[in-house]
């Protein structure tokens, strides 16, 4: 008889079972929620949240979007800032590359936002990387 091998957990995952632990994702994934729609609501393209938890303790959640220009890539990480603040009183812990505007990271810790040039995120291919593939999970 086949034993199940138990998934290999970050310590984030482990901590997410945790009542305390479990609130502070819920509201990090609240949010994520709000920066993507500071983002369709000025026209951001192909918005996605990424769950990160189990795959690194670099955050929890990311937010990808891709602006059309360097403008509004820069545009659109300010409404994420505006927003965030406003809602839950947040500042960035970090910005990264508004001067280039091909990619802004908003770092939060917690949640990370990535607005990128579409260029610049078929390139890399973040999605790629962190996104947690449930059918190669280890049975």
Do not use: C
């Amino acid at each position: 008889m086949k034993e199940k091998k138990e998934m290999a957990r970050t310590p984030d995952t482990a901590l997410a079972k945790e009542p305390e632990e479990r609130q502070k994702l819920d509201r990090i994934e609240k949010m994520a929620a709000v920066a993507a729609k500071a983002i369709e609501e000025k026209k951001g393209r192909d918005v996605e949240i990424l769950k990160v938890t189990s795959k690194t303790t670099l955050a929890d959640v990311f937010v990808l979007a891709s602006g059309t220009s360097g403008i509004h890539v820069k545009t659109l990480a300010e409404s994420v800032e505006e927003k965030l603040e406003q809602e839950f009183g947040l500042r960035p812990n970090h910005i990264e590359g508004l001067e280039n505007r091909n990619w802004v990271l908003l770092d939060y810790r917690d949640l990370i936002i990535h607005v990128l040039m579409p260029e610049d995120r078929a390139h890399y291919k973040l999605e790629n990387l962190w996104r947690v593939d449930v059918d190669k999970r280890p049975v």
